[in-house]
Structure formats: structure tokens, C-alpha cells
């Protein structure tokens, strides 16, 4: 079955970008959409943004001006860059395939197992 | 944005108990509504989609139900296994947003 798993530095330091990398198995990218979510330590869940296999991309506004996710099919990854980080975007930082029927976009499912990131100098 | 709100957001049951959390709606959301479930240091798992489809694998105990702003989730005779924080998230329009959680803890 499918499977994701986020990869990236667990530090970032205030202003700078944080990184994130999610790798795909067991099926291959191409036809899906993908997404990032976060979750505050002690917090709830937050969506951040997804992105269709050919590089179509919505975001939460609160984040659009700071937010970039990127694909690439042929290593069957997508990737999140989120810029001038505070220690408000610390988080553990999961990546999901997001479902849905033909008419609309919903669920998210599978889940990586999420990567905490401290924002802190 | 649409706004979720979840009551209560914490639970006392025991084993065997009939559980039954809410989840509501600034604006109808018509039948977009999923529920997950989170144990401690993990990620949230799919339970419910397009408010009343179980997902494969997820035990028949757990229904979903509602339209419009107001849906439930409902867990007919609590495992131990179920003892865990429950998220509803609407799919209607993005911003995609969920709920603020219920944490259901043993008795």
C-alpha cells in the first residue's frame, strides 16, 4: 500500500526556510494530490497547502505568502518550503495524499509519520 | 474560512460505552465532513469520509452521520484501543480546516 515519510532538518533557525521532503512508496505519484499539514505542539491540526502531480498548487491563505510546494514525479517526492519562519511555525509537520470523489477534493489519507520542527536560534 | 467546533472537547467513558462526539459547521458543508483519529505521538488515521463512509479497515463500531453543519460521530461500544483524540475536518472549500479535537480518555 502507499506510504509517505517527511524528511528534514529538525532545527531551523528564526527568518530562515524551512525544508521538508515527503517520499512516496508503494504507488507511484503521478494522478495524485498531496498535501501538508501541521500541528503545534499540544495543538490542533492545521492544513497548509497540496499540490496535484502536475505542479497545480492551493494554499491556505494564512500562509500563501510564505508557503511553496513543489513535486517531482520522476523521484515520486513533494516538497514544502515555508520562509521566513518564527517560532509559531514550530510544529510537527505531516505530509498525506489527499482523496477524494470525482466532483471535489476531501480526506487526507495515508499519513507519513509527521517530523516535529523547532524554529528556534 | 469555515469554522469547525467540536464538543466536548474532552471525554470521560468506560469500556462498552456508546460514545458520541459533535462536530459543527459555520456554513453548511453539505456531506463533506471526515473524521480521523489520533493516539499519542501518531499520526491521525482516516475513520469517516464524506461524513458517513467508514473507511476500509476501521471497525464497524464506528458510524458517521449529519449534513448541512451539524454531523456526529459515534463509537457504539468502546475498546480500549478507541481511548484517543478524534478531529473532524470539512472538505466543502479550501481553506481546508478542522476541528479544535476531542480527547477521549478511560473512565
Known amino acids: 500500500q502507499v506510504q509517505l515519510q517527511e524528511s528534514g532538518p529538525g532545527l531551523v533557525k528564526p527568518s530562515e526556510t524551512l525544508s521538508l521532503t515527503c517520499t512516496v512508496s508503494g504507488g507511484s505519484i503521478s494522478s495524485y494530490y498531496l498535501g501538508w499539514i501541521r500541528q503545534p505542539p499540544g495543538k490542533g491540526l492545521d492544513w497548509i497547502g497540496y499540490i496535484y502531480y502536475s505542479g497545480t498548487t492551493n494554499y491556505n491563505p494564512s500562509l500563501k505568502s510564505r508557503v511553496t510546494i513543489s513535486v517531482d514525479t520522476s523521484k515520486n517526492q513533494f516538497s514544502l518550503k515555508l520562509s521566513s519562519v518564527t517560532a509559531a511555525d514550530t510544529a510537527v509537520y505531516y505530509c498525506a495524499r489527499l482523496r477524494g470523489t470525482s466532483s471535489s477534493l476531501g480526506w487526507f489519507d495515508p499519513w507519513g509519520q509527521g517530523t516535529l520542527v523547532t524554529v528556534s536560534s | 474560512d469555515i469554522q469547525m467546533t467540536q464538543s466536548p472537547s474532552s471525554l470521560s467513558a468506560s469500556v462498552g460505552d456508546r460514545v458520541t462526539i459533535t462536530c459543527r459547521a459555520s456554513q453548511s458543508i453539505i456531506s463533506y465532513l471526515n473524521w480521523y483519529q489520533q493516539k499519542p505521538g501518531k499520526a491521525p488515521k482516516l475513520l469517516i469520509y464524506t461524513a458517513s463512509s467508514l473507511q476500509s479497515g476501521v471497525p464497524s463500531r464506528f458510524s458517521g452521520s449529519g449534513s448541512g453543519t451539524d454531523f456526529t460521530l459515534t463509537i457504539s461500544s468502546l475498546q480500549p484501543e478507541d481511548f484517543a483524540a478524534y478531529y473532524c475536518?470539512?472538505?466543502?472549500?479550501?481553506?481546508?480546516?478542522f476541528g479544535q479535537g476531542t480527547k477521549l480518555e478511560i473512565k
Open positions: 475536518q470539512q472538505s466543502y472549500s479550501t481553506p481546508f480546516t
